[in-house]
């Protein structure tokens, strides 16, 4: 059950991140919950042994498991750096990639020198086999390095951010921690059944490491679903600034085209986006004062300066 509550949690994310997929045309969160979904799904008992003995029954779906996680994690990793500080990492993509690509090859070949296995959804009993151990470690190291530099860019950037981000990727950073301890914990208890002489760490392999799991995933999903949900309400907002501002501007222009003798030759572009409609309008305004001359003048005093500020405001969007 766990597992699926993990995988919900994790497709619900992928679900509030659609808006920005449909914006931007992709959205490397959307693919980490995607990615990290699939394999939460796909490691529930009854849906990993359904699907392993289409494969043949030998545990490819492990492999699939583990591939998957591996994949949502550093996309994951790729868009919370990146979301944080853009300027963080300047190298060349294949060196940026490297990580995870070496992560990948070992553990597959980890994997094959295990040997084919009987389909079974309890794989710690094999972690005595030499290669078993070094497989499962490949991931559990990937995600603790990916989770420990989420949490390090989060306690080195989220005091700078405003309130949302701050909010959301404080969530984020808490979670990256618990998943780093949570492999610790999952690591010492594969390496005490790998090598009996650290029985004396058997403790850690009964942690509760599904709760934590669980508890980090919610941890990340809300704190990155925060910032995403806050900026889609402030474009909102400011949205309906403008048309507002449109709306008041718009008497103003008919006033000045009219007084100008423009007002057949100016037309209202209604397909233009509302802050370039609003800049040709009151690029048109000045045109028109200029043309009518300063005595024939058709504005106010007031309209003269909500002119001025409404370009001011305009200029400094333009430049932020």
Not at 299 to 306: M, N, Q, S, V
Request: glycine fraction near 6%; proline fraction near 5%.
């Amino acid at each position: 059950m766990m597992h699926f509550l993990m995988a919900g949690a994790l497709f619900l994310l992928a679900l509030a991140r659609v808006p920005a997929v449909a914006r931007n045309g992709k959205d490397p969160v959307f693919l980490a919950a995607m990615f990290a979904g699939s394999s939460s799904l796909l490691g529930n008992p009854g849906v990993y042994l359904f699907t392993d003995a289409l494969l043949g029954g030998t545990n490819l779906a492990k492999l699939a498991v583990n591939t998957f996680m591996i994949v949502g994690l550093w996309f994951l990793r790729t868009a919370v750096v990146n979301a944080i500080s853009p300027e963080a990492d300047k190298r060349a993509a294949w060196i940026r990639c490297l990580p995870v690509a070496v992560t990948l090859v070992l553990q597959a070949a980890f994997f094959f020198l295990t040997g084919p296995m009987p389909s079974t959804a309890t794989w710690g009993e094999y972690h005595r086999f030499p290669f078993a151990a070094p497989f499962s470690l490949m991931m559990i190291a990937f995600i603790g390095w990916s989770c420990g530099e989420i949490a390090w860019a989060c306690c080195r950037f989220v005091p700078r951010m405003r309130q949302s981000f701050r909010i959301g990727f404080s969530m984020v950073g808490l979670g990256s921690v618990i998943s780093v301890v949570t492999m610790v914990l999952m690591a010492l208890g594969i390496l005490s059944h790998a090598f009996p002489q650290l029985t004396p760490l058997h403790g850690a392999a009964n942690a509760p490491f599904q709760m934590l799991e669980m508890f980090a995933i919610v941890l990340v999903g809300v704190g990155l679903t925060i910032p995403a949900v806050a900026g889609r309400a402030a474009r909102r907002l400011a949205s309906l600034r403008m048309l507002r501002t449109i709306a008041k501007i718009e008497p103003i222009r008919v006033k000045a085209l009219k007084n100008a003798d423009m007002a057949r030759l100016l037309e209202t572009d209604a397909a233009a986006r509302p802050q370039e409609r609003l800049h040709r309008m009151i690029v048109e305004i000045w045109d028109a004062e200029l043309a009518a001359g300063a005595a024939r003048s058709a504005l106010t005093d007031g309209d003269r300066a909500y002119l001025l500020t409404v370009e001011s405001d305009l200029n400094l969007e333009r430049t932020s």
